[in-house]
């Protein structure tokens, strides 16, 4: 929260400025300004296909915009090829995340060292042997990684065989290996029980602490509101509402735009669709 304070005097990691994107006659992100701080945490809200997700693919380098740009340290990402925004430093964690292939949960954390790529994947399963080998440093940094998100106990399992909140754990850790500024976090507590979205929640303020940007997309307004320092509003593709959580929860255009009737005081009791 502190840092969130300071950001007036800070430069801003990301900014996007007018970023849009079509998709044949729909307008999926029309014209979104949105600043991203080292430390904190902004959430991003909006109903069902307000374009969040489209929001966050622009900014992971995976679809490129319709128009706006995207400027990392006051250099555009929009020239960059794909690989090019992790290597920069932004990364993401997908929805479906189960690994489908047979490695330790080590492996698997070192995996992102090289990249997160699925590309570039089978080039470095071919490697992995030697390299693995070789970088002692690297074991211990995956090994540092995986106690972080509380996997420690599985290191050596085969990743298949942890459940799908483990699976969610170990994504994150995979992704912290590539050492990010930037994460995007699509929705990472669906499918969570209660107890691992208390732990996904500390893992999350935690990597903000270090200095890591954090965007996060999420469903369950309890969970965001209480991790968010500042979160943006999306409706039909548009920024509506910017502000702490508590003032975007008094925002009469959010309460409008997905809330219905339902008094303010209930939204923390209910999902981003409006229902409880
Ligand atoms: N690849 C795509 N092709 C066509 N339409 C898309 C594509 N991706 C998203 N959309 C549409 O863009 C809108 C925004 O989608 P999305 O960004 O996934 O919303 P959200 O994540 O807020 O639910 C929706 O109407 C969705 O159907
Ligand atoms: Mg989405």
Known sequence: MAQAQGTAMKTPLLVARGLSKSFGGLQAVADVDLDVYAGEILGVIGPNGAGKSTTFSMIAGALPPTSGTLMLEGQSLLALPTHAF?????MRTFQHNKPFVSMS???NVMMGMHTQLWGGLWRVLLNLGGAVRREKAAAQRAN???EFVGLGEWRDADVSSLSFGQGRLLEIARGLAAEPRLMLF???AAGLTPAECERLSVIIR???SRGIAVLLIEH?????MALADRVAVLNFGRKIAQGTPAEVQRDPAVVSAYLGNVKVSEMNNMNADGHA
């Open 86 to 90: 992790a290597k920069c430093g932004i």
């Open 105 to 107: 949960v080590q492996d």
């Open 144 to 146: 540092e990684l995986i």
């Open 186 to 188: 699509d929705e990472p």
């Open 206 to 208: 935690q990597i903000a």
């Open 220 to 224: 369950d307004m309890r969970f965001l």
